[in-house]
């Protein structure tokens, strides 16, 4: 598979980050109270990121005993990624998970080039949409 | 949201049951036997489907503490979901969780017409690709 450089990178499929805002990390959070899944969304959208990244809030992604989640997909051919026991300040980890996902095609970022959280707390992957025949 | 029946389910977008065929569910596996999850396939192979169900082996899930594990996928409209714990003698559940997942618009069952060990053992959900802006 080709390297991909600046020039190239344009190419790339969209990203996308979908940040689970209703976690309550199994907290009790006062009427009003702000949930760790969404002060870990407001900590992400603050950042910048790369072209073709963007970062959504959606409402419960059923993972709720494993903490804060987030998804990461983007196009037909890349594999789509459940990461799970994250904390509102892990933004910094998210956002290099997602950068690196983002720069490959396939979304199978090698082994030792994950954020450490992401290689231990990996929910669950799925398979590409152009699953290969 | 209108009810379907018979003469409009043809309208329904097929729906995807990916079986993870590399399941060892935490056993040693000698050399040359079946895998669980390559059991819980072969059992889900034999089964009759509603027609615009594809039942696929795919490998890892990466859910490999929480035993055979599917994914039901479908159109841009549709929830994934990724349902674990599973078992190979467990291909009725699934096989009642799929047409029940295929029936609908949205991947979204009611609660209680969800077979039981899905209602638990859902391992994650991931929300349609036409995510409402």
Same mark, same amino acid.
């Given at each position: ?13 969209? $990203?996308?980050?979908l940040?689970?805002? %209703?976690?309550? &990390? ?5 009427? =009003?109270?702000? !949930?760790?899944? #969404?002060?870990?969304m407001?900590?992400l ?34 594999? $789509? ?5 994250? %904390?509102?300040? &892990? ?5 290099? =998970?997602?950068? !690196?996902?983002? #720069? ?10 994950r ?19």
């Open positions: 598979m080709p390297v991909k450089d600046s020039e190239t990178a344009v190419e790339l499929a969209p $990203t996308e980050l940040v689970c805002t %209703t976690c309550r &990390m199994g907290q009790e959070i006062p009427e =009003g109270g702000v !949930r760790p899944g #969404a002060r870990l407001s900590a959208e603050d950042m910048d990121w790369p072209e073709g990244v963007t970062v959504k809030p959606v409402e419960c992604l059923s993972n709720c005993d494993e903490g804060c989640s987030v998804v990461l997909r983007g196009g037909g051919a890349r594999w $789509t990624y459940v990461y799970g026991r994250l %904390t509102p300040d &892990m933004a910094g980890v998210v956002h290099d =998970g997602a950068t !690196r996902y983002h #720069a490959t095609d396939t979304g199978l970022v090698p082994w030792r080039e954020p450490e959280h992401f290689r231990k707390n990996c929910i669950a992957r799925i398979p590409p949409l152009e699953l290969p025949e």
